[in-house]
């Protein structure tokens, strides 16, 4: 079966987004004072061929805490569909 994976990247909410307070601050420069407090993460999408959904799930998993998020800024999320 082939499994598409939707994950979602994001910094900790512990620590400071450069990214994310840049934009805040152009927004508020280009006259959009009602939003604020932006955070600036990565959206990934993968597809995994596996005999189920527990094991694709295993794998991105692995694929997160291994590659694709760095733990120690980043907090992961992500879901899984029959693609």
Known sequence: MK???SINIMPLEAL?????????QSMDNLGITEVSNVR??????????????KSA??????????LLCNQI????????EEA
């Open 40 to 53: 600036i993460g990565k959206h990934i999408t993968l597809f995994v061929d596996s005999n189920d959904e």
């Open 73 to 80: 800024m980043e907090s992961f999320k992500f879901t899984l």
């Open 57 to 66: 799930g295993e794998a991105v998993e692995k694929a997160c805490t291994k």
């Open 3 to 5: 499994f598409k994976a």
């Open 16 to 24: 400071l987004d450069p990214q994310g307070k840049a934009v805040s």
